[in-house]
């Protein structure tokens, strides 16, 4: 039998004690007992406190300030980092360019993001209807008039184009759908760039913005759902008519 023959059986990597660092103090971060802006103890107190070197502790403190979960300053220590919305988007929009780039694992396709977008888009509009106060509509009027304005000018159509429905997302003043939806903005964008260039498609889409902006103007969920959802099934057929992949 030759070597090539031979089935040699994956091993996996048991946890080293710095994983170990730093699954625990993940864990104490999401059980509340470390909140954002607490300070920890020195790495000699944790090396203590976990019985294990100092080396182990800051590489474990190293790793955690990578994920974005410690702020780590020289002659200051290490606090529980404050992730606000900017911060969080940008973390979620990394992780989808790099997947699309193929550097994270498969590749995402089209098909991912669009599947998303549709679960995502269709509650949040559903939602806007219920919650949307005056300003966010008047935002939204402003948006759909300046892309009407712009409808031959496919770079800035495309950006009012997603301009638009991020603004249905934060007209649901839940914080949370801005961040998802800014998370896969650049392959949106990337898309409106194509699909805004085939014929008829500036003057469709201003059609179907206006139809969802009318049901979320007059407060109707079902009907700012059902609107959202004919107008990203209508999106997905162009793109499919496009032979288009991202």
Known sequence: MTDEAVQFPTLERAPTLSDRVT????????????KPGDRLPSER????????????????????????????????????????????????????QGSRAGTDGDLLRYEQINDVREMLETRVARIAAREAQAAHLDRLRDLHAQMEAAKDDVELASSLDVAFHRQIAVATRNPLFVVMLDSIEPALLEIR???LGSPDRPDKALR?????????????????????NEH??????????????V
Not at 64 to 75: E, M, Q, T, Y
Not at 82 to 89: E, K, L, N, Q, W
Not at 208 to 228: C, F, T
Not at 232 to 245: F, H, K, P, Q
């Open 45 to 96: 107190d944790l090396g203590v406190r976990f019985g294990v070197s100092r080396t182990v502790v800051r590489e474990a403190l190293r790793s955690l300030a990578a994920k974005g979960v410690l702020d780590v300053r020289s002659g200051s220590g290490a606090v529980v980092a404050r992730v606000g919305v900017d911060t969080a988007s940008q973390t979620l929009r990394l992780f989808v």
């Open 23 to 34: 699954d625990s103090v993940l864990q104490m971060i999401s059980s509340n007992a470390l």
């Open 208 to 228: 179907a913005h206006a139809l969802i902006l009318e049901r979320i103007v007059a407060a109707d969920p079902e009907g700012a759902e059902r609107a959202m």
């Open 193 to 195: 760039r194509k699909t």
């Open 232 to 245: 990203l099934a209508d999106s997905r057929a162009v793109w499919a008519a496009l032979g288009g992949a």
